[in-house]
C-alpha cells in the first residue's frame, strides 16, 4: 500500500487568484503532495476561473479531490451556504447535483459533508443507499466524511449507520478530530470507558477510503500547533487510530492510502484577542503534520510505501 498525501486548499488565499495558480501548485507538487482537495467555491462554476483551476492543477501533475456540501456549497446575502435544509429529499437532490458536476470536472473522488446531524437511522439510510445508487452510475467514488453537523457526526451514529446491512459499500473519510469535540474526549483504547472504541476503528478500518489528519482535543476540532509538547498525547492519539485503519486498509487489499493534513484557519485556527493575529502558521502546519504522517506510515510499512 502506497501513501499519497493530499494538500487541502481550504485557507490557502494563493487558490483564490489565478495569477498564482502555477506557482501554488508547482509549490504544493515539489512539497510531497500529489493531490488537492477543493470546496466547489474553487474548483466549480462560483469560482469564474475554474478552467483555468483544473488546468493548472494538471499541469502541476496533481489531481484534485473535490469536497461536497449537500443543500450547500454556494454564496448568498449571509455569506456561503453551508447547510440550508434538513430534508432527506433536499439532501438527496443536492448530492445528485453536485457530485454530477463534480464528476463531470474530472474529480479523482467526492468527499461530501452529508446529510443532517438530527435524522434517525432510517433517514440516514435512505440517503446513503441514494448515495451509493449514485456513485455507481457516475463510476466516480464518492466518499463521505465524519464531520459535526452532518450525519456522521459522531462515533455512535456512525458505528449504528455503518451496521446498516444495506450499507456495506459505504465509504468513509476518518476527520476522527470531530469526534474529540462532540463527544468532550480523546478516545483511550485501554480505558474501560472507551472499551468500544476499538471495535469501532475495526468497523471504521473496512469502510475508510480518506483521512483529514487533523488533531482535534476535548474543547475543539484543532490543537493550535500539532507539534507543541502540550498535545503529545491527542497527536499520539490520532497517530494510533491513524495506524489502525491503514492495517485494516492494507489487509483488505487497498493499494492508496490517501492522507490530507487538514488544518484549517481561523475559526478553527486559534487568534489572539482583539488583533485577531493567528496562534500558529498555518501552512507550516500542515506540512509539519504531512512529515509525521510520512514518517509514520514508512516505521509501518517500510521505504516502498512512500513515494
Known sequence: ????????????PEAENPAQYDAL???????????????????????????????????????CITQVHTTGGYLDADG???????????????????????????ALFINVHSGHDSWNIADATKYFKAA???EQSLGTKIIHETHRQRQLHSPYQ???VLGEPSLKRLRVNADLSHWCCVCEHVFEANSKRDDWWPALLATLGQHVEFIHARVGHEQGPQVNDPSAPEHKTAMEAHLSWWESIWRAQKARGVEICYMEPEFGPTPYLQTLPHTQAPVA???????????????????????DSVQ
Open 132 to 134: 451509493l445508487e449514485l
Open 281 to 303: 502558521d498555518l501552512w507550516g502546519v500542515n506540512k509539519h503534520m504531512a512529515k509525521i504522517v510520512r514518517e509514520r506510515f514508512l516505521s509501518v510499512f517500510g521505504e
Open 1 to 12: 500500500m502506497k501513501l499519497v498525501l493530499v494538500k487541502t486548499l481550504w485557507g490557502v
Open 25 to 63: 501548485f508547482k509549490r504544493i507538487k515539489d512539497e510531497g503532495f500529489d493531490a488537492v482537495e477543493a470546496i466547489r467555491l474553487t474548483y466549480g462554476p462560483p469560482n469564474p476561473h475554474h478552467v483555468e483551476f483544473w488546468a493548472a492543477v494538471k499541469k502541476a501533475g496533481l489531481q
Open 80 to 106: 456561503y451556504a453551508y447547510c440550508t435544509s434538513n430534508t432527506v429529499e433536499d439532501h438527496v437532490a443536492s448530492l445528485k447535483e453536485l457530485a454530477t458536476e463534480a464528476h463531470k470536472l474530472g
Open 158 to 160: 456512525t458505528r449504528d
